[in-house]
């Protein structure tokens, strides 16, 4: 027998598991209606009807309210200082604003102390649990030097495994493209590599080209880190395809794509994971989620939390935007932000409620799901469970 | 001396006042920096920079973040009971859906007893003060019969003086429109005025035509209610030009518009209350915010908060929708939620932040405004004041 405390959540009305044993009947997102979820220390141990449940030390009524997995937000960029409503609202109301962009954040960013750039991110990871998320990926990129990347990096390290060195976000003033390229596969690489699991590349017409991105990710590789790509983001290229041919899990943002990058996501595996805060956050156009999903691609959803394009950490309001704006079904946006987010970081242990997978629960104010998309803005989360430990409300 | 309890917040990084005679310098939102507001009993007493400030019993200190007036929500439905996210989930993934419509809301909101209604408008009433409105106006229309009218509005009446009588929402599936109109009109209105302060009328092909909305409107006025109207949500009609010739303060919705309906607003300074989480939650054009400010009307925003069309409670959301789709800058969507929403409602109590004006006050988790908009579906409500008791956080 576990010495751990059990705890019984029961009265689910509606609980999302994302199981695929429970497809049958219970559709992509495999629910289970008046359910009950048994915890024991970090792990999941039972799932099924509450009529069926077993005993435990705790016992939790969900009041009839739904319950889905936490969040799994695989795309973030959390370490950095400065503020740029001024900017954004600039962009808004059409008016110039020169001193913007993300080299106004590199100068902030640089300037903070370890002990504010860790005091940031802790606010905004508690921002991001209170509404729900559970697993986060963060990224460096605010950094742009040795020391600085290589800080951002151990910053970020703090709250979660999956960090991305993110050196190649833009070439920094002072540099050239070359010799920024050589400092990013040398000794930035060096320095960031301790901290990371992942590394990633802003693939865009302005910031790195394919070539160039290629030998980033093979640098990467060579120092034990895994490929992500920003691609397709403002313009068509060849970023998209890269991923692709790379067998990379993942590539983001994927809003200019043509026939032939749609082919290669749906034939290569490689997930699209779609940040339609950007799109809202900027006025542009939204990815075309409806027809990757319907030509086979697999589609997560993601915040981009940062402070230029999107500064948004709700990912309910990626799936309300993925419902009104990408024609996604409100069950495929759930999964697309929770179990679909958990396999773009190559994670088999969250996203999803069974035996052994981790008690990473949310407790929404609503009888189902569909309210996420249905009450958009309005903070649903009544509770959430992160490694079995109730951590909202606090 | 007064004998109510004094509380100075200080440390105000940035206050908007809406006060008038701080344009210059403050815009439209009279923004004060580095502020300090006092508040006696129910009262704001004293306003201006932080330095200034006289002592109080009580001291709070803002810590430099934002304070903005309580958002006032002057277009809301909520009384009812049921759930129809069945309904939205058909709608926006484009499948048929045969059972919906307000007449399931009428139906299980007949059924319901005055405390389940109660309960439900309480629940909701306490999600919108938690998002920072403190001001609103409900809305009946769900009884549609004579009882269950003049219950609604009874049940709304516990929870603001701005109750509106809406039996002419639709007509009832067992009646005539003529004979719907008469009773509307006569025992039905009797019935429900002395529960209401307002009489609205749902000015649409397929509600009530411009001839029924006048006859109606003209009906409640005898029995000492004022006018207000939703007009030109679903298409272009005479409502808008209706209002503005009987002088209404607002009318609700104004989608669809053509260049007389904006020159009748400009002229008759008849507030144009747009409700941008309808469009949003139905996947519908959304109304020309900027064309209207810049034609000279005069523009408020709402939530219209309903279990149908929109079921987002969210003022925030509206502002940040406001922003990114309708073109009102960020300042223009804050005194729209707030100062000008009380205009709609006749208000000169609220929705200002001025000696003698209600102390209705919301501390944002932000150093300014302008993150309601740069920062969509984060709750960023970190502490709300009601006719000046601490309600959130409680």
Request: net charge negative.
């Amino acid at each position: 027998m576990s010495s751990a405390v059990s705890t019984v959540i029961t009265g689910i009305g509606e609980l999302a598991t994302n199981d695929p044993a429970r497809a049958e009947g219970g559709g992509v997102l495999g629910l289970v209606r008046d359910a009950a979820v048994v915890v024991e220390g970090a792990r999941v141990v039972w799932v099924g009807p509450a009529v069926d449940a077993p005993a435990a030390d705790v016992q939790v009524d969900a009041g009839g309210r739904a319950v889905i997995p936490g969040f799994v937000d695989s795309h973030s960029h959390l370490v950095f200082a400065g503020d740029r409503s001024a900017e954004f609202e600039a962009r808004m109301t059409g008016q110039p604003y020169t001193a913007g962009g993300i080299r106004t954040t590199v100068a902030k960013t640089r300037a903070a102390t370890d002990e504010q750039l860790t005091s940031h991110v802790a606010r905004l990871v508690a921002e991001m649990r209170a509404q729900g998320t559970t697993s986060i990926e963060i990224k460096s990129g605010y950094g742009l030097s040795v020391h600085d990347e290589a800080r951002s990096l151990a910053v970020a390290r703090q709250f979660t495994e999956d960090t991305t060195f993110l050196g190649a976000h833009v070439v920094p003033a002072d540099t050239t493209p070359e010799d920024y390229v050589d400092l990013v596969t040398g000794p930035m690489l060096t320095a960031a590599a301790p901290h990371a699991r992942w590394i990633d590349v802003f693939c865009e017409d302005g910031a790195f080209d394919v070539d160039q991105a290629r030998a980033i990710l093979a640098a990467g590789s060579d120092s034990g880190l895994r490929g992500r790509l920003h691609a397709n983001q403002l313009t068509y290229g060849g970023g998209v395809q890269l991923a692709c041919e790379l067998g990379l899990v993942a590539v983001d943002h994927c809003t200019f794509l043509d026939d032939d990058d749609v082919s290669a996501l749906a034939s290569s595996g490689t997930i699209a994971t779609l940040l339609p805060g950007v799109e809202f956050s900027t006025r542009q156009p939204y990815p075309d989620a409806r027809g990757l999903i319907d030509a086979g691609v697999r589609v997560a959803l993601a915040s981009d939390c940062n402070p230029g394009s999107c500064f948004t950490s709700s990912m309910a309001l990626c799936i309300a935007l993925a419902v009104r704006e990408m024609r996604m079904s409100p069950a495929e946006a759930l999964h697309a932000a929770t179990a679909t987010g958990a396999a773009a970081l190559d994670r088999d242990d969250v996203g999803v409620l069974a035996p052994g997978k981790a008690a990473d629960l949310v407790l929404l104010d609503a009888p189902s799901y569909v309210h996420l998309a249905y009450r958009p803005g309005v903070p649903l989360v009544a509770g959430v469970w992160q490694a079995g430990r109730p951590v909202v409300p606090r």
